[in-house]
């Protein structure tokens, strides 16, 4: 497909490309020409894809958007753009499935995900997804079945080499399975209570051990300290008090400790029992 050049710059070629043939799909390529000198070297990192979005309706073969339950493959050469809330059987990743990192609260449901020599991609390194972004995995280990090597409800990525005939055992670039997930950068996303700093059941204030800079508004969870697991919890962060005390939204329904106890005296490091908290 010829693309129409319309800038040029000694690093950069800006192009609008013509239409894409409809009768197939094929892995998106790039050959540079310049006049009077010949083809150019593309690095292997530079690629091109046309990112068809999913609530487009000529995405989809037969101009059908799926309807919850389905199962969804795809293929080598697509790249879909996720930019509205899905809910499915299965989606086979054999292409790319790119999240839209322009939109808060997208969400994806499904019994199976299986990414076979595709990329899944919610927000990239140099550009993560500040948004809210949601995967559901549904079903039951014990009850749904289990795909071969790859198990129920679950997330799988893996090559293609094995089934890809073109290649045969042989891992290429094309045939590697990708999983990219980048969300915000913070200071640290895990710490511990500060010492002797107890949150009490009915309580609605915590302070940490190191300074964090956590956005009001963020989901922490609390571990037991306790000897019953379920006494871990969750809760949503409603005021900064200072970069190591924050209030949240309701009060605690149980008591997470933060005790040191002292060793020294037994020829031993202290004994740090603190609960952790954790982004």
Known sequence: VECTVTAVTNTAVTCTTNARPLDRLAEPSIVVTVAG???????????????DRWSSVTSWQFQEIPSPGDSVTIPPGQALLLDTNTDLFLLLVQGELIWDTTQDGLTLDATYIFVQGGRFEIGREGAPMMNHATVTLHGDRYKNLELPRIGAKVLAVTDRAGSDSRHGAAISTASQGFLDIHGPQY?????????????????????????????????????STSTNFRQAEE???????????????????????????????YGHSDFDMRGEVGL
Not at 37 to 51: D, E, N, S, W
Not at 213 to 219: C, F, K, L, N, S
């Open 235 to 265: 809760v949503v962060l409603d005021t900064k008090i200072s970069d190591t005390r924050y209030r949240i939204k309701g009060t605690f329904k149980y008591d997470h400790r933060a005790d040191v106890f002292p060793a020294e005296q």
């Open 37 to 51: 000198k010949g083809v150019a070297v593309v690095p292997p990192v530079v690629r091109f894809k046309y990112l």
């Open 187 to 223: 200071r640290r996303a895990w710490t511990l209570l500060k010492k002797d700093a107890h949150v009490l059941k009915g309580s609605d204030e915590f302070e940490l051990a190191e300074p964090v800079d956590w956005p009001v508004g963020a989901t922490v969870v609390l571990p």
